[in-house]
């Protein structure tokens, strides 16, 4: 990763990190379009909180809308973000089942291209 690529990791990664939002996209996981009632039937959330998340995630190109009359359905635009959300929770899992490990433990053998950043 390149230093000039950080704010726009961090941006997307900041999408991400609201629970509100991470469960409309576990509603919206299975692989079909849902409406706004639809994605407020499945996490039993406010409309209003619903319609202002779906848009700042539609802004941030992870969500794709489309009108049909006077509905918008919603979809995952791009579902390798669905990929990184297992991958962390995956993460998330076996960190919690083991002692935290100091950075010296850790290593850059894991690192892929994330080794070579230098800021």
Request: hydrophobic share 40%; charged share 30%.
């Amino acid at each position: 990763m390149k230093p000039d690529d950080c704010g726009m990791v961090a941006d997307l990664v900041k999408a991400l990190t609201n629970p509100t939002r991470l469960r409309i996209l576990c509603a919206l996981s299975g692989g079909r379009e849902l409406r706004v009632s639809d994605v407020v039937a499945k996490t039993r959330m406010r409309q209003a909180n619903v319609s202002i998340q779906l848009g700042l995630l539609r802004s941030k190109g992870i969500l794709a809308s489309r009108r049909e009359e006077v509905n918008v359905y919603y979809s995952i635009a791009d579902h390798r973000v669905l990929e990184a959300l297992e991958l962390l929770l995956s993460v998330a899992e076996t960190n919690s089942l083991k002692p935290a490990r100091s950075r010296s433990e850790d290593g850059t053998k894991s690192l892929g291209k994330l080794q070579d950043f230098t800021p």
